[in-house]
Nanobody
Framework: QVQLVESGGGLVQAGGSLRFSCAAS????????????MGWFRQAPGKEREFVAA????????YYADSVKGRFTISRDNAKNTVNLQMNSLKPEDTAVYYC??????????????????WGQGTQVTVSS
């Protein structure tokens, strides 16, 4: 069992920046985040959860939703067992609960299906206009 713990949410004005981190907690030997494709998803009030960004196990390839491309950057540090999401030029429509996700499947499957093996508890981002 892998537990994902997110940190870094909060309230920010439009145009501002936030940085999320997702860390693996309680991971047994061998069950490190390097085994998983990682992603970030978000869910706004009254809307379905949607894909935001994903990164392959090596960190060599990244995927982004069109709505965040050029503004958000996903990265990972397998040595530290963390995945990060840098969010710049934030807009009010970015307001949502953001979730970290880990998938044993291919990264492209995580992107297309939004199905993951493990989810974080979610962290709120509110962007004021």
């Amino acid at each position: 069992q892998v537990q994902l713990v997110e940190s870094g949410g909060g309230l920010v004005q439009a145009g501002g920046s936030l940085r999320f981190s997702c860390a693996a907690s309680g991971a047994a030997s061998g069950r490190t985040l390097s085994r998983y494709a990682m992603g970030w998803f978000r869910q706004a009030p009254g809307k379905e959860r949607e894909f935001v960004a994903a990164i392959t196990r090596s960190g060599g390839t990244t995927y982004y939703a069109d709505s965040v491309k050029g503004r958000f950057t996903i990265s990972r540090d397998n040595a530290k067992n963390t995945v990060n999401l840098q969010m710049n030029s934030l807009k009010p429509e970015d307001t949502a609960v953001y979730y970290c996700a880990a998938s044993i499947s291919k990264t492209i499957e995580l992107v297309s299906s939004s199905r993951a093996d493990y989810w974080g508890q979610g962290t709120q981002v509110t962007v004021s206009s």
